[in-house]
């Protein structure tokens, strides 16, 4: 029970808008300042079993839904602490756990009236709203909007009808450069490696793009072996040979060139190689006005066929346009010694980038941070199809329908105050929102406040949660602030299961004997 307690106690004032930041200071002395819950729980040094095992689950189910983990911590520890108060009025541990798991499977069952589905009249502004309620709990406020109009753009670009969105389609890339209000969604690509040779071509429009997977570097044989001459002039006859299969990979691009972009026209070509490309091939490729760009990383070969069309060669028989991808500029950024090229105006993109900015690297980590939980909220929005309320709404008026559901005929009398304290434990998050809203005695005042909301408004649509920034009570869905559905359902399960089992331990015991050896 003390460890479940004294995590709460560490990360409770993280949560919400209002929450404070905490320091992560490692063994090296390199400093951390971050209030993802995520991120505090996995670089913590956890000792406690009890504490760590809350911490595992935590950060698993953060990994999969990229929220709740401070809640989530929150409510398995107010569950713990009024379970250590149920067992010193006497009622059994087994009890406890059969009205826990009986309270969650109700709750989970209220959850599904609580939902406000996805139309496609108000899906973008729902998309919106759920984006911005997740980075105002990670970043500065200043940020929220730019960036949530960006991370939803870029789930809306890389979706597919009927198909999972797979968000390693958005490539996330930082430039330590301006202020972190400038980053942007970007629907095409930024690489983070420019042109090898200088006379290539800066900036471009109008491109057809060649993505490859083939090498234009020369490369030695595999197995050891001797060439042998006598004249200079068959020395000259063999570094020609060598270099002979290379060279006519290179012509074979700059015939497609000369054919697809005739002199005289405004049309480009790109070449983006995942292999090496040589200082004598990037001469050709120079000398002829093609751009030429090396070692792009493969999950970018796959990102752009999906941004600019197109497909990915292995070979260069048969070299025709078809296989070629098109967009409308592409351009170089130098930035110090540091080369980025972007490629911009795609005709259908499938991908983007999401160009984070900012003038050090605590910021940049910040919003990246910010950046992993809001693609997952979105994306989470839209495979549920349907949002729920925030700023404490579903937890309140679960503890008031768990209160009426207790006295029910449905539940035995000895599970009674046992649903009941399941209710109490959901009301942790609303407790923790209302301290950091309110300040004294204001606190609890302002949370009974909101069960009295509920419970007049019990079996009605309505909906109430707290306004932080006025400390009072509020229409959440109108003050924009809603959650995810599937969030909120992990919630209800991982505080049962992981409170339950903790539960039934009356002995924690140090492994490592001979049986465990043997």
Not at 41 to 65: S, Y
Not at 292 to 310: D, S, T, V
Not at 335 to 352: A, N, R
Not at 445 to 464: I, K, N
């Amino acid at each position: 029970m003390s460890g479940a307690k004294g995590l709460m106690n560490v990360l409770r004032t993280n949560l919400g808008p209002m929450g404070t930041m905490k320091m992560l200071v490692g063994g090296a002395g390199q400093i951390k300042m971050t209030k993802d819950g995520s991120v505090l729980l996995g670089e913590m040094q956890i000792q406690h079993p009890t504490a760590a095992l809350i911490a595992r689950a935590a950060t698993a189910m953060d990994d999969e839904t990229g929220d709740g983990t401070t809640s989530t911590v929150i409510m398995i520890g107010e569950a713990l602490a009024h379970a250590d108060e149920l067992m010193a009025e006497g009622i059994h541990p087994r009890t406890i756990a059969e009205g826990f798991d009986k309270a969650a499977t109700e709750a989970i069952k209220f959850l599904d009236t609580r939902k406000l589905p996805l139309t496609p009249e108000n899906e973008r502004e729902m998309l919106d709203t759920i984006a911005k309620s997740s980075l105002s709990t990670k970043i500065q406020a200043e940020l929220v909007d730019n960036l949530a109009a960006g991370l939803v753009d870029a789930i809306l670009t890389i979706r597919k009808p009927d198909e999972q969105i797979d968000l390693h389609m958005v490539e996330v890339m930082h430039m330590k450069h301006k202020l972190g209000s400038e980053t942007q969604f970007i629907p095409g690509l930024v690489l983070d490696h420019g042109g090898r040779h200088p006379e290539m071509p800066k900036y471009i429009e109008n491109c057809y793009i060649l993505a490859c997977n083939v090498s234009l570097e020369y490369e030695k044989s595999e197995l050891n072996s001797g060439f042998y001459y006598k004249t200079a002039e068959q020395k000259e006859k063999m570094a020609n040979a060598e270099r002979k299969t290379v060279d006519d990979r290179c012509h074979a691009i700059v015939e497609l060139k000369n054919k697809i972009c005739p002199e005289g026209s405004d049309k480009h070509l790109v070449v983006i190689n995942q292999k090496g490309i040589d200082p004598l091939s990037l001469d050709i490729l120079a000398r002829n006005g093609i751009l030429g760009l090396r070692r792009a990383k493969r999950r970018n070969m796959e990102r752009i066929a999906l941004c600019c069309g197109g497909e990915c060669v292995n070979h260069f028989d048969d070299l025709n346009e078809s296989v070629l991808g098109y967009a409308g500029k592409v351009h170089e950024h130098v930035l110090g010694e540091e080369k980025y090229t972007f490629i911009e105006d795609p005709k259908t993109p499938m991908s983007g980038t999401i160009l984070i900015k900012g003038p050090n690297e605590h910021t940049i980590a910040q919003i990246k941070e910010a950046v992993r939980d809001g693609l997952r909220a979105v994306r989470n929005a839209i495979e549920d199809g349907c949002v729920v309320a925030g700023a404490g709404d579903f937890e309140s008026a679960a503890k008031v329908h768990l209160d009426h559901f207790a006295d029910s005929s449905e539940v035995k009398n000895q599970l009674t105050p046992c649903i009941k304290a399941f209710g109490d434990a959901l009301m942790g998050v609303p407790k923790v929102l209302a301290e950091s809203a309110a300040e004294g005695g204001a606190a609890p005042a302002l949370r009974h406040t909101l069960l009295r909301h509920q419970r007049e408004a019990y079996g009605t649509e309505s909906r109430f949660g707290l306004d932080l920034d006025a400390g009072c009570v509020t229409d959440p869905v109108a003050a924009g602030v809603v959650d995810n559905f599937r969030v909120k359902r992990q919630q209800l399960e991982a505080t049962a299961v992981i409170a339950t089992q903790l539960l039934l331990i009356d002995e924690v015991i140090k492994a490592g004997g001979r049986g465990a050896k043997e």
